[in-house]
């Protein structure tokens, strides 16, 4: 059983962020028959799915069917840049909704007020079945300014600490910025551990299965759950490896070791 399994029902996105890696894959909605088959594939191995990898799942126009049915046996879980966060307003079945505000930049033609707002809005509909996740940046420009608007709007004080609780099912998390890992990186270290295959993997929007949520090229794929099982792919050479290598702290793959993600972030 996995902690949890991401799948990629959309890799288009809204926004065109500096901070996401820029990739030249086919854009593609999720048809809901093959997400059907993906979730009756993967049923035995998780109860928790995150509906994304790249792109903003929110665009996806059947989002809410998406969630409703994979409700019915897995728990729902969602990260969004928080811009078409109206969308899901009124859906209940949502385990938890991640929302990066470090996403707002005004360049995107909506005011920083009423971009909360819209948040407010859904947090305050749907808190009571909701777990939210306030995800901020640290040195991010709008800290401050997010920071200043939630306190007036919720009056209660808000502090940048990891999983700090401010209401009822809502909370503060703080990142630093990290590097996506690519071929191109200067970084490279063949030493560390990583939590992908241990507690989770996923699932890109054209079936590829990657071991780790931030492989958003693909670079690592080890099958395609369309044509092949994942207890075949649990039990290839090359998922062994990693999984080997990451309990002996080494990295197997050249992509492992331009990755300094759980350097920035533990």
Not at 165 to 183: A, C, G, Q, R, T
Request: with cysteine; glycine share 4%; proline share 2%.
């Amino acid at each position: 059983m996995y902690k949890k399994i991401y799948i990629e029902i959309t890799n288009n996105c809204n926004l065109e962020c500096d901070f996401c890696i820029k990739s030249k894959r086919n854009k593609k909605y999720m048809h809901l028959d093959e997400y059907e088959v993906i979730l009756k594939k993967i049923k035995n191995y998780t109860k928790y799915l995150y509906l994304h990898v790249e792109g903003e799942p929110l665009m996806h126009p059947l989002i809410n069917e998406f969630i409703d049915i994979g409700s019915k046996n897995f728990y729902i879980n969602i990260t969004t840049n928080g811009y078409l966060i109206k969308r899901i307003l009124n859906n209940h079945n949502i385990r938890q909704i991640n929302i990066s505000l470090h996403s707002y930049d005004e360049k995107y033609m909506i005011s920083l007020e009423k971009y909360l707002d819209n948040i407010i809005e859904v947090i305050n509909n749907l808190k009571s079945d909701t777990y939210f996740a306030l995800r901020f940046w640290v040195n991010n420009k709008n800290n401050e300014k997010i920071i200043k608007y939630l306190e007036k709007k919720w009056q209660v004080p808000i502090i940048l600490q990891n999983n700090y609780k401010i209401m009822d099912n809502v909370f503060v998390s703080i990142n630093k910025e990290f590097i996506w890992p690519s071929l191109d990186n200067e970084y490279y270290n063949e030493k560390g551990t990583c939590y992908a295959l241990k507690d989770h993997l996923g699932i890109l929007v054209n079936g590829d299965i990657i071991p780790c949520c931030l492989d958003v090229l693909g670079i690592l794929k080890l099958g395609n759950i369309f044509i092949n099982e994942l207890e075949d792919v649990i039990n290839s050479e090359k998922y062994h490896r990693m999984v080997k290598g990451f309990k002996n702290n080494k990295k197997c793959e050249l992509l492992c070791k331009k990755c300094n993600f759980l350097d920035n972030n533990c």
